[in-house]
């Protein structure tokens, strides 16, 4: 299974805020990222978290980081229906190189 | 700034036919990273290069696929032969160091083997 782990489906109503929820196995990740596929494109990076931090916020994104529960979180507020596409959760480990992936969330954003 | 180009943007061969994909990554990036991307699964890191060298490919099934990178600016990706299991979007991205602390990624090439 994947080291990275997702819900794979949550649906919202436009303009409600969407929560997308993410668990990592490895506590020496350095990085966090969020990456947001849409269909038939590549993924495009939203925004990602060092480890040493608790939250990010930009714009309608706010990332919130939890290293005890090794859980990542990103909230979209005011989530449109231009928001429907599969979000991604990836880390990237200090000893090596390798980003890993979870199987994706994928978000639908009705009106 | 242009982005992570990629060719074809679909491939469909017969298994044990042989294909090859191409990549162009943000110019200045000195960090190539292939991955495989299976219907409904995360992508996968096949093989990372810094410049024109190996960083890591040990995900890479290297009995049938090969890749290279050989002025350390664009990248070919080669399957031969192609298995159906193969079936898979192929994302290339760039960075522009060792770590991949952003990592950008080019629109992928779908491959179907029949």
């Known amino acids: 299974g994947e080291d990275v782990e997702q819900s794979l489906f949550l649906s919202v109503r436009e303009g409600d805020s969407s929560v997308i929820n993410c668990t990592y196995t490895d506590s020496s990740s350095t990085y966090l990222y969020w990456y947001k596929q849409e269909p038939g494109a590549g993924l495009q990076l939203l925004t990602y978290?060092?480890?040493?931090?608790d939250m990010k916020q930009d714009q309608r994104l706010t990332v919130l980081l939890n290293k005890k529960d090794k859980h990542l979180s990103l909230r979209i507020a005011d989530t449109q229906t231009g928001d429907s596409a599969i979000y991604f959760c990836?880390?990237?480990?200090?000893?090596?190189?390798?980003?890993?992936f979870g199987a994706g969330t994928r978000l639908t954003v009705k009106p | 700034e242009a982005g992570v180009a990629q060719s074809p943007r679909y491939k469909i061969i017969e298994k044990r036919q042989s294909v090859a994909f191409w990549c162009n990554p943000i110019s200045g990036h000195a960090t190539l990273y292939w991955y495989q991307q299976i219907l409904g699964q995360g992508p996968k890191l096949l093989i990372q290069?810094?410049?024109?060298?190996?960083?890591?490919d040990s995900q890479l099934p290297k009995d049938r696929f090969s890749a290279e990178r050989l002025k350390g600016v664009d990248s070919t990706l080669k399957i031969q032969p192609a298995k159906l299991e193969d079936s898979a979007v192929y994302l290339c991205?760039?960075?522009?160091?060792?770590?991949?602390?952003?990592?950008?990624f080019g629109p992928g090439t779908r491959l179907t083997v029949t």
């Open positions: 991205a760039s960075s522009s160091g060792l770590g991949g602390y952003e990592q950008y």
């Open positions: 990836a880390e990237i480990l200090y000893n090596n190189n390798d980003m890993r």
């Open positions: 978290i060092f480890s040493n931090m």
């Open positions: 290069f810094q410049n024109n060298g190996v960083v890591d």
